[in-house]
């Protein structure tokens, strides 16, 4: 199975948190429950997911300090400017997940690095570390700016999807942790990378992203949460019928 930094589709939640947190001691991690696929989950919490980030010092603002930010903030948005949310050398994940409480695994996760400074990457280099990993990619595309994208997309039987195949567009994964996910039965594993050159020198990676989707394993795994989920209820309401018809006493009239 294909992973990222170890974390790979299929793989526990209690797995998965604990690979993410070796990978770097200073990663913190906390459920998502902002974000998911919607389901009906008959009253269950479902796990659906997990960020990994750098754990940041508490530091004790005032208020005119925290409106003094905000006001930085709105300024920042009104002008487009670009804004670093990471800082050199962090890393920050998602992790996303899905299964009936307590079993829920792995459907996609997607790791974002920006590299410290004095250890500069080059964007060739990455690439090749990438191939040397992954492959010969099924699409490389060159986004402008500098920018690569590179992807290793395979049918669900494990087959590599070619230029020819009518899925070579469909079957598209999402490298960064903050896009979402899109699953369907027509698609295998999908490993997509995103680098980002520095302004200054396009040949030098800013960011680094990486991801790696189950797509029709992940379909799979929400219809049968889903099902799962119905028949627990079902069984829960003709549990409740049957204990009350043992003991109900019967109305007063």
Same mark, same amino acid.
């Given at each position: 199975?294909?992973?990222?930094?170890?974390?790979?589709?299929?793989?526990?939640?209690?797995?998965?948190?604990?690979?993410?947190?070796?990978?770097?001691? @200073?990663?913190?991690?906390?459920?998502?429950?902002?974000?998911?696929?919607?389901?009906?989950?008959?009253?269950?919490?479902?796990?659906?997911?997990?960020?990994?980030?750098?754990?940041?010092?508490?530091?004790?603002?005032?208020?005119?300090?925290?409106?003094?930010?905000?006001?930085?903030?709105?300024?920042?948005?009104?002008?487009?400017?670009?804004?670093?949310?990471?800082?050199?050398?962090?890393?920050?994940?998602?992790?996303?997940?899905?299964?009936?409480?307590?079993?829920?695994? !792995?459907?996609?996760?997607?790791?974002?690095?920006?590299?410290?400074?004095?250890?500069?990457?080059? !964007?060739?280099?990455?690439?090749?570390?990438?191939?040397?990993?992954?492959?010969?990619?099924?699409?490389?595309?060159?986004?402008?700016?500098?920018?690569?994208?590179?992807?290793?997309?395979?049918?669900?039987?494990?087959?590599?999807?070619?230029?020819?195949?009518?899925?070579?567009? =469909?079957?598209?994964?999402?490298?960064?942790?903050?896009?979402?996910?899109?699953?369907?039965?027509?698609?295998?594993?999908? !490993?997509?990378?995103?680098?980002?050159?520095?302004?200054?020198?396009?040949?030098?990676?800013?960011?680094?992203?990486?991801?790696?989707?189950?797509?029709?394993?992940?379909?799979?795994?929400?219809?049968?949460?889903?099902?799962? @989920?119905?028949?627990?209820?079902?069984?829960?309401?003709?549990?409740?019928?049957?204990?009350?018809? =043992?003991?109900?006493?019967?109305?007063? @009239?």
């Amino acid at each position: 199975m294909v992973d990222v930094v170890g974390v790979q589709p299929g793989m526990s939640w209690d797995d998965a948190t604990a690979t993410v947190m070796c990978s770097n001691p @200073l990663l913190v991690v906390s459920p998502e429950n902002g974000r998911g696929f919607s389901i009906q989950s008959y009253g269950q919490k479902i796990r659906q997911g997990f960020n990994a980030t750098i754990a940041k010092p508490q530091v004790e603002r005032t208020g005119r300090q925290i409106m003094a930010e905000m006001q930085r903030d709105a300024m920042a948005r009104g002008m487009n400017a670009r804004r670093e949310d990471l800082q050199p050398g962090e890393v920050k994940w998602f992790v996303g997940t899905m299964g009936v409480p307590g079993d829920e695994r !792995v459907l996609s996760a997607a790791r974002k690095e920006r590299p410290a400074d004095g250890q500069d990457m080059t !964007v060739q280099a990455v690439e090749k570390a990438l191939i040397g990993k992954y492959g010969e990619p099924t699409q490389r595309q060159d986004a402008g700016d500098g920018r690569l994208l590179v992807t290793w997309a395979y049918d669900p039987l494990g087959r590599r999807i070619g230029e020819t195949s009518p899925l070579y567009r =469909k079957c598209m994964g999402a490298a960064d942790p903050d896009a979402g996910v899109n699953l369907t039965p027509d698609c295998g594993i999908v !490993v997509s990378a995103d680098l980002r050159p520095k302004r200054d020198n396009k040949a030098l990676v800013e960011y680094m992203m990486v991801g790696v989707v189950d797509m029709g394993g992940g379909y799979k795994r929400i219809a049968a949460t889903e099902q799962a @989920l119905r028949q627990a209820d079902q069984q829960r309401r003709a549990g409740e019928v049957e204990r009350a018809s =043992k003991n109900a006493k019967g109305p007063t @009239l």
